[in-house]
């Protein structure tokens, strides 16, 4: 029982009754040891009453973010890798701050480690774990867990960041590599330039989810699994590549196994698992020849089908509908500007002589 430092700021430690009780004091140590004193000799504050029950005003980050997580755990049951990320979120600022009271959080706290964090990693990575701690305060004070929260202020950004894209030279290099080993990865890399899919939307595709005749793939969602925001949609397909889905499909069938689109082994009928379907796509693009700057993943033919779509007359509504996008500011960022783009945007100009 005492004093004790985190980071600049003196915290209060004192017994009432049999409970534990922390709070925030100042900067200045005579003056945290002048106020302690004070809190000692007074009588515990009432909590406060709400929608909720009554507020705990000894109540540590620790217990306020493990019933958040619980509540995620509910709310979030069909998506594990959403949990997985609250999860890590949660480890990390309970190492941090679990001991603290929840009740006037310090914000000093917050920047000072905002200003580590960012020596180790981007300011995206960082405001994604803001994301998740505004998250869980947000929470508390709607359920009356919490009165007041501090404002977790977002890092900017210098630059927009423009998704990268492939030329057709690296599109046709990476068809062209799609053998012996890398197989099984042509219809993934076909359905992702084709459909624009996401890395887990090609895992969960059935052949349930796709109509041939008609031209269309759905991605719905499925037990254990859901699309990202739970944003069900139906993506149109060319005839052509409905035609070579469907010999792909007819040859599946003749082996045996023609449950998933994508499948990690034909002859069994297996799925692809997240971590082999990463690693097998890193390879491809490094036999293929196609050097992309930083993990070579899948989400770079999603952003080619969204450029492509893009220029060759596509809407930006209908855009964000095919890809699933909550809003138009994030299909916005494949609006990139070519050399061609600027000619035809100003073909119009001649003043007459």
């Not at 053998?179 to 992702?192: D, I, P, S, Y």
């Not at 996401?198 to 699309?227: F, I, Y």
Request: net charge positive; glycine share 6%.
């Amino acid at each position: 029982m005492g004093l004790y430092l985190r980071g600049k700021t003196w915290y209060g430690r004192w017994a009432v009754n049999g409970r534990v009780r922390r709070k925030a004091l100042s900067t200045d140590r005579a003056e945290a040891e002048r106020m302690l004193e004070e809190l000692r000799g007074s009588a515990p504050p009432r909590a406060a009453k709400g929608c909720a029950g009554e507020r705990r005003v000894d109540l540590t980050l620790r217990e306020l973010l493990q019933q958040w997580l619980q509540h995620q755990s509910v709310a979030h049951h069909n998506k594990p890798r959403s949990l997985e990320t609250f999860e890590i979120a949660v480890r990390r600022f309970t190492h941090l701050w679990g001991e603290l009271p929840a009740e006037n959080f310090p914000k000093q706290e917050i920047e000072a480690w905002k200003a580590t964090r960012l020596r180790k990693v981007s300011p995206v990575t960082l405001n994604n774990d803001l994301k998740s701690f505004r998250a869980a305060l947000r929470w508390a004070r709607r359920e009356n867990l919490i009165r007041d929260i501090p404002r977790v202020e977002a890092i900017r950004t210098t630059k927009r960041r423009i998704p990268k894209t492939l030329t057709n030279d690296e599109i046709t290099a990476l068809l062209r590599a799609c053998t012996g080993r890398f197989e099984g990865m042509q219809v993934v890399v076909k359905l992702a330039l084709y459909c624009g899919l996401r890395r887990d939307e090609l895992r969960w595709l059935t052949w349930a989810d796709v109509e041939l005749t008609n031209g269309w793939v759905h991605v719905v969602e499925k037990p254990g699994w859901s699309p990202k925001s739970n944003a069900e949609r139906s993506v149109p397909i060319s005839e052509s590549f409905a035609e070579w889905l469907k010999a792909y499909r007819d040859r599946l069938i003749h082996a045996g196994a023609h449950n998933w689109v994508c499948q990690q082994d034909e002859r069994s009928g297996e799925q692809w698992n997240l971590k082999q379907l990463s690693q097998i796509a890193k390879a491809l693009f490094v036999e293929a020849g196609v050097y992309c700057k930083g993990q070579h993943t899948l989400h770079r033919l999603r952003s080619t089908y969204a450029t492509r779509v893009l220029r060759t007359g596509g809407d930006l509504e209908s855009l964000r509908a095919i890809l699933g996008h909550a809003d138009l500011e994030t299909t916005s960022l494949y609006l990139s500007a070519s050399a061609e783009s600027k000619r035809r945007a100003i073909a119009g100009l001649d003043l007459p002589e």
